[in-house]
């Protein structure tokens, strides 16, 4: 997480144990240009992957090293949806 520590994102994967889970990987993609940010937290579980969460938002630049951030939707995507 480079640019916010996203404490919701965090939280989910400091609790993912409860549901029997892993997280192997957090990404934070951030386009300024497009002004969007998206927070996306991989879940495995025994090893093999197991689904994906993902947190979007938009953001403005505020100032020199200043950003806003503005969530607009979340959504968890089980492999057992997939198949």
């Known amino acids: ?13 400091e609790k993912s144990a409860w549901f029997g889970k892993e ?11 497009e002004g969007t940010i998206n927070n996306v937290i991989e879940f495995s579980q025994d090893g093999v992957p197991d689904g994906v969460f993902f947190v979007t ?10 950003m806003g951030f503005k969530f607009t939707g979340a959504q968890y995507r089980s ?3 997939e198949s």
């Not at 997280?23 to 240009?33: A, Y």
Request: glycine share 6%; no cysteine; hydrophobic share 40%.
């Open 57 to 66: 938002g938009t953001l403005q630049v505020e100032g020199p090293q200043r």
């Open 79 to 81: 492999r057992r949806q």
């Open 23 to 33: 997280v192997p990987d957090i990404l934070q993609v951030i386009d300024v240009s």
């Open 1 to 13: 997480m480079l640019w916010t520590t996203e404490k919701e994102t965090l939280f989910i994967a």
